[in-house]
């Protein structure tokens, strides 16, 4: 699996929807690929704080959590070095 391939069905993982075999591959890859390791936990956090922001109009005034920036980063870097 490459990165593209594993970004690409992070949502399904996350959302627990992939087939025993997608769930294998994607988890081979983790251990293989250092840079999509923190991918999975850091697509749930952005999901958490998406949900959050429209339902407390006091949070959209804070800060958005370094590791989060750093994942985003990450993952235009990723994009661009995987020409998508």
Not at 19 to 30: G, I, Y
Not at 38 to 55: C, E, L, M, N
Not at 59 to 76: D, K, N, T
């Amino acid at each position: 699996m490459t990165c593209k391939e594993f970004c690409d069905i992070l949502d399904e993982y996350v959302d627990g929807q992939l087939s025993r075999e997608a769930r294998a591959d994607f988890d081979e890859h983790l251990l293989e690929c250092e840079d999509c390791v923190q991918y999975p936990d850091t697509y749930r956090k952005t999901i958490t704080i998406a949900r959050a922001s429209t339902h407390d109009a006091d949070f959209v005034h804070q800060p958005i959590p370094e590791p989060v920036v750093r994942a985003v980063l990450h993952s235009i870097r990723m994009s661009a070095r995987n020409g998508t």
